[in-house]
């Protein structure tokens, strides 16, 4: 039982050191928790466990319809991205009384030293719309951010319930302060289909990317 990544460390090592268990069962991912490459809090926790003997089964996140993966592109020079020449907001449909949410990372994350990242200079900001029927209107936006130090990762997220009825939500992608394009990993959540623009390929999430993790999918 845990809500943070020092609570899942505990929890992990409890089950291992004091409940003795030889498999761990796991059906949780993490967004923006690691670089998508094997490393992070999470990542660490597997590797862990795995070196005492734990063979660590792991759901692959089930997120292939939600997931958009791109390099920044801004063919019109306004510091937005373009995720077609024609097209700033990437859009996906939710139902009534339904939780919005959406996490970005970057290929900025640095080392990892077994604690923190080593932090990410490239800046970007995340904004999130909300199609009223005639235009999009703005809701909220994430601008953490990222100058190059210690623990300044390459990530923005954003979260709300909001309205009644169905509709349709958009992400959009604003170069805040970057010296190169970054490519960028998009996760949503409450899709009644797939996010436009849909990118299946790596949409694993925390831990499933781990070398350790014996990681598990399904198809339809």
Known sequence: NFNTDVEHHNAVEWLVDEAGVDVISYSVGWTNAGDGRGTGPINDDVKSAAQKGVVWAGSAGNYALDHWEGTFQDSDGDGWHNFTPADEILNWSVSAF????????????????????????????????????????????????????????????LSTWYGYSATNWGIAIKKKSATRDCTFDLFTMGNTGAVEYNVPAGSLCSPADASECVTAGAAD
Do not use: C, H
């Open 98 to 157: 339904d939780d919005v949410s959406a996490w970005l990372s970057w290929d900025d994350f640095g080392s990892w030293d077994g604690y923190d990242y080593s932090g990410s200079n490239q800046d970007y900001d995340l904004y999130l719309y909300m199609w009223t029927g005639s235009s999009w209107r703005f809701v909220d936006k994430s601008t953490y951010a990222q100058t190059g130090l210690r623990g300044e990762w390459p990530t923005e997220d």
